[in-house]
Structure formats: C-alpha cells, structure tokens
C-alpha cells in the first residue's frame, strides 16, 4: 500500500453511496467536472472512523455523469462493501484533473468576508454556484443574499490570511439586492 499522506494533501472526490450487487462492489457517487478525467485512477482514500485507509482501484465503470460502480481491491463480499458506504473519498490533490483543481480553487474562498470598494463590509460568502461559464459567488448580508460573478475584473484582491475578498462590484449591483 502507499505512504499514507496527510490529508492537507488530499482532495475529497465524494462517497460510497450504496453498494452496486452483492460482489463488494460499490457505487460511488463523485463531485468532479468530469467523472471520465479519473480513467486512469489507481489509488484512493477512504475516511472511516476518522482515520485515512488506502485502496487500490480494481474496476472503475462509469455509470452516469456522476457516478461510477467501483471494485476495490481485497473488498471482495457484501459485507465488506456494506461497511464502507458513506464512506468519504479521497483522492492526491497531484491526482486531480486541471478543471477539478480549477473548481476546489473557486470553492476555498467560501467563508470569506467580501468587501466592495464603494458599500465596505456586504457580508460572507456562504457559496459558489457554478453556472456554466459564470460561476456566482453568493454573499449573505442581513439576511439576504446577494448574488455576484466570479470575474477577476471585479476582484481587486484576495487576502488568505484574513480570510476577505476585496471587489468594485459593477454599479448598481449590490444595490439592486439591497433595494429589493
């Protein structure tokens, strides 16, 4: 088996959703732009009790955009399958494809406080909506949300370490959503 990594190293891809018959496999249900970018996939993670346990990838068939019907090796009965359903999968974050890695990077500002040029403090970023080629950020203030394009045009920075985002939200923007 491999060096377990740190799991700062790894990258959740989703979970064991169900088991797929009686012969240990599985049905993974994966959060990835495309499931078909994982052909190659040998080795993954499995959260279970708190603890990392690695396995070896004996079949990988996709099923449908999101899932896949998965053959670990030495998970050969119902019953060993059956104990890792719901069980979160990891993959390497060096295992993950471009757009995936594109993805997780939009998703680590969620939690940021946003700032705007011209309103200050409009709120938290509570999530990222991925629309095709217009990605949203959506921004709780008083108990509205306001919706806004992940477009670097608007961003003026990005401080990690304080956790904000500092923007010039297009004019009239945040007003249309503080005014409605």
Do not use: W
Request: aromatic residues 8%; charged residues 25%; hydrophobic residues 35%.
């Amino acid at each position: 088996m491999p060096l377990l990594p740190d799991k700062s190293e790894l990258h959740k891809i989703g979970y064991f959703s169900k088991l797929h018959g009686f012969r240990g496999e599985l049905t993974a249900t994966l959060d990835t732009g495309d499931i078909h970018d994982y052909e190659g996939l040998e080795t993954i993670y499995l959260e279970m009790k708190g603890q990392l346990v690695p396995y070896f990838i004996g079949l990988l068939e996709y099923k449908t955009n999101s899932t896949a019907k998965v053959k670990l090796d030495g998970v050969d009965d119902e019953a060993a399958a059956k104990a890792l359903v719901k069980s979160s999968i990891y993959i390497r974050k060096t295992d993950m494809s471009s757009s995936d890695s594109d993805r997780a990077a939009l998703h680590a500002i969620e939690g940021y406080t946003v700032h705007d040029s011209v309103h200050g403090n409009i709120g938290i970023i509570i999530r990222i909506e991925e629309h095709s080629n217009n990605p949203l950020m959506v921004v709780l203030y008083d108990k509205k949300e306001i919706l806004l394009p992940l477009n670097s045009a608007f961003f003026n920075e990005i401080n990690d370490e304080q956790r904000e985002v500092n923007i010039t939200a297009p004019e009239g923007l945040i007003d249309f959503y503080l005014n409605s």
